[in-house]
C-alpha cells in the first residue's frame, strides 16, 4: 500500500480545494494500492529561523513526522492573486529545514488546483511547481489537474465534486499518481 500524504493550500471550512482533494482521494480508492491522508498546516507558526536555532516548534515536528512517512506527496491549492497562499508557502518553508535533510528531495510529488475562476490555478501551480524544484522535489507533469469553475461543479449540499468530466480525469489523475510514486518507491528499495 504506498502512502500518499496530502496538503490542501486553503484553510477555509468549506474550501473547493477540500472538495477536490476528497474527491481525488476517491478516485484513488477505486484505483487501489494507495491511501492518501491529510496533514494539517494551520497550526504551523511563521517560519523563522530563530525559531529553528532552539529546535523545531513541537508543531512542525508534528509536521514533519508525518510527511517523512510519505512514500509521496499530493499538493491541493487555490490560487490567491495569482500564486500560492502564504500557509502554503510556510508550511513548505519549514518541510524545506534543514536544508541537508529536505523532506521533499528526491521524493515524488503531485499538484492539482481548483478555482471558481477561468484558468483553473494554472499560474498558483506554475510558481508551486518551481517552488518543488528549488526543494529537488520529484514533481509529477501530469495530468495537470486546473479545475475552472469549480462552484458550477460541485453539489452545495453535499459539498462533493459532481461533475462528471473532471470526475473521469481525475481517475486518470489517481492512476498516473499510483505509478509515479511506485516507480520511485522500487527505486528507493533496489
Ligand atoms: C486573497 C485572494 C486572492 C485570490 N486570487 C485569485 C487568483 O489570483 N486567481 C483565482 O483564480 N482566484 C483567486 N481568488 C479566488 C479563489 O480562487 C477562491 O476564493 C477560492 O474559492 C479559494 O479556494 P478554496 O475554495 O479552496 O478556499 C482569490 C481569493 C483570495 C481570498
Given at each position: 500500500?504506498?502512502?500518499?500524504?496530502?496538503?490542501?493550500?486553503?484553510?477555509?471550512?468549506?474550501?473547493?480545494?477540500?472538495?477536490?482533494?476528497?474527491?481525488?482521494?476517491?478516485?484513488?480508492?477505486?484505483?487501489?494500492?494507495?491511501?492518501?491522508?491529510?496533514?494539517?498546516?494551520?497550526?504551523?507558526?511563521?517560519f523563522n529561523e530563530d525559531l529553528e536555532i532552539g529546535g523545531d516548534p513541537v508543531e512542525v515536528i508534528d509536521f514533519k513526522e508525518k510527511l517523512r512517512e510519505?512514500?509521496?506527496i499530493l499538493i491541493v491549492t487555490p490560487e490567491y492573486n495569482s500564486g500560492i497562499?502564504?500557509?502554503?508557502?510556510?508550511?513548505?518553508?519549514?518541510?524545506?529545514?534543514?536544508?541537508?535533510?529536505?523532506?521533499?528531495?528526491?521524493?515524488?510529488?503531485a499538484v492539482a488546483g481548483a478555482t471558481p475562476g477561468s484558468i483553473g490555478t494554472?499560474?498558483?501551480?506554475?510558481?508551486l511547481r518551481q517552488i518543488l524544484v528549488a526543494m529537488n522535489a520529484n514533481v509529477m507533469s501530469g495530468p495537470k489537474v486546473l479545475v475552472g469553475?469549480?462552484?458550477?461543479?460541485?453539489?452545495?449540499?453535499?459539498?462533493?465534486i459532481i461533475d462528471q468530466r473532471t470526475i473521469s480525469h481525475l481517475r486518470s489523475f489517481a492512476n498516473q499518481l499510483k505509478d509515479f510514486v511506485m516507480m520511485y518507491k522500487k527505486e528507493k528499495n533496489k
Open positions: 500500500m504506498l502512502k500518499i500524504v496530502s496538503i490542501c493550500g486553503s484553510l477555509r471550512k468549506d474550501s473547493f480545494n477540500k472538495m477536490l482533494l476528497e474527491a481525488i482521494k476517491q478516485e484513488s480508492k477505486e484505483v487501489g494500492d494507495m491511501e492518501i491522508t491529510i496533514v494539517e498546516i494551520d497550526k504551523l507558526p511563521l510519505a512514500d509521496g497562499p502564504g500557509g502554503l508557502k510556510n508550511a513548505l518553508d519549514w518541510a524545506s529545514r534543514p536544508i541537508q535533510s529536505s523532506i521533499f528531495a528526491n521524493l515524488p510529488v494554472a499560474l498558483s501551480q506554475m510558481q469553475g469549480v462552484h458550477q461543479k460541485v453539489d452545495s449540499e453535499t459539498k462533493q
